[in-house]
């Protein structure tokens, strides 16, 4: 099987921090995990899901202009897990947050849930 599994999620003031994690697993993974490109995507109520960043088998990080300095996406290819840590939040943020593999395009986890309160 593969599977992405994320979590980490949580109700949280404004101006407060949220780490996600997701583990992959399955087959795949454990063959080539460090070979991936991982992404976070998030998806609001009533909009469409959007990339949230990304990081590439090489480490190198890409992150959607709302989020630069804010959030951080790293990656521990040992455990293959990729994390995601949120500073300054703000309720824009307030979303279903998922973690993605280019390489696998219709794979998604359940998706973690982050509230940003005002």
């Known amino acids: 099987q593969v599977q992405l599994v994320e979590s980490g999620g949580a109700l949280v003031q404004a101006g407060g921090s949220l780490r996600l994690s997701c583990a992959a697993s399955?087959?795949?993974?454990?063959?080539?995990?460090?070979?991936?490109?991982m992404a976070w995507y998030r998806q609001a109520p009533g909009k469409q899901r959007e990339l949230v960043a990304a990081?590439?088998?090489?480490?190198?990080?890409n992150y959607r202009d709302s989020v630069k300095g804010r959030f951080t996406i790293s990656r521990d290819n040992a455990k293959n897990t990729v994390y995601l840590q949120m500073n300054s939040l703000k309720p824009e943020d307030t979303a279903v947050y998922y973690c993605?593999?280019?390489?696998?395009?219709?794979?998604w986890g359940q998706g973690t849930q982050v509230t940003v309160s005002s």
């Open positions: 990081i590439t088998s090489g480490g190198s990080t």
């Open positions: 399955g087959r795949i993974f454990s063959i080539n995990f460090s070979l991936h490109t």
């Open positions: 993605h593999s280019e390489r696998l395009v219709d794979t």
